[in-house]
């Protein structure tokens, strides 16, 4: 399913995609009853056989916009009862870090070319050593 997005923002999509499905459908519907109005009243035959496939084609694909329409309007309404009665639950802590460490195995030839470089992991660094260093450095410049 689509990632987690604020509920608002899905609300926002939905609409947006039925009422530009609405639009598509109106103007597809005033194509082919405009068409198909001509077509009755024309009296040359390659004139009328142009206007009457032009809306079979809107009419062809207004149906399309209608089945999209109602998938649409199915899903959602199908979602929505479907997760009425089910309280979210938290998702559970996992440290990816520590599962990372656990994946990933150095060969031994990358181990030896870290083992030559002469790095030191930081240390964490202790606030109350800290403050004690920050004195004897204020004592010892006095």
């Not at 077509?39 to 035959?45: G, Q, R, T």
């Not at 089945?67 to 990816?96: D, I, K």
């Not at 070319?113 to 403050?131: A, H, N, S, V, Y």
Request: with cysteine; proline share 6%.
């Amino acid at each position: 399913m689509a990632m987690n997005r604020p509920s608002m923002i899905r609300r926002i999509d939905f609409a947006i995609m039925i009422i530009s499905l609405v639009v598509i459908g109106t103007a597809l519907g005033c194509l082919m009853v405009i068409t198909s109005r001509y077509a009755a009243i024309e009296h040359d035959p390659n004139v009328h056989r142009y206007l009457a496939r032009l809306s079979l084609i809107a009419l062809l694909l207004l149906l399309f916009v209608v089945f999209v329409f109602c998938w649409m309007v199915m899903r959602y309404v199908f979602l929505r009862l479907r997760h009425r009665g089910q309280p979210r639950r938290p998702t559970p802590y996992v440290n990816a870090w520590a599962l990372a460490g656990k994946r990933f195995k150095l060969s031994a030839e990358q181990e030896r070319e870290l083992d030559e470089l002469d790095i030191e992991p930081p240390q964490p660094e202790d606030k109350g050593d800290q403050e004690e260093g920050e004195d004897q450095a204020d004592s010892a410049s006095s």
